[in-house]
């Protein structure tokens, strides 16, 4: 999603699930989450900073039922972080490593299997290498 297409996500059912997103611009990258208020509302946020003027696209990814509890979103977003720290040579703009809860056994299985299948998706069917690590790119 790009910054023209904003208008069109306020429309959109899952506009107040809980996400996970990455905002996107040249080799820089931020990791966030919106919990507790919509994605649209955290990514204008955002967008009206003039330290994220660099931002030229966003990613983000939520349970189609829309049931992410605040631990899952904690994790996932600070799972991300941590693989763009460890794997990848953007840039990265977060000032933490993202929050931490507490989540049982059984939440981070599933959210690992969750994770798993969002980059499969972005990768293999939106050929979208996000974390830079492919060696043809």
Request: overall charge negative; charged content about 25%.
């Amino acid at each position: 999603m790009s910054r023209s297409d904003f208008p069109y996500l306020k429309k959109q059912d899952f506009v107040n699930y809980p996400a996970v997103y990455v905002l996107i611009g040249g080799n820089k990258r931020y990791v966030g989450q919106a919990t507790g208020q919509s994605i649209s509302l955290r990514l204008s946020q955002h967008f009206l900073k003039e330290d994220k003027a660099w931002v030229e696209s966003v990613l983000f990814f939520a349970r189609s039922d829309g049931k992410m509890s605040k631990a899952v979103t904690d994790y996932l977003e600070r799972r991300l972080i941590q693989d763009f720290q460890e794997k990848s040579d953007y840039e990265m703009m977060n000032s933490t490593t993202g929050n931490s809860s507490y989540i049982d056994k059984l939440q981070k299985a599933k959210s690992d299997q969750l994770y798993g299948t969002v980059f499969e998706i972005i990768d293999e069917i939106a050929n979208i290498d996000l974390l830079g690590t492919s060696e043809d790119s």
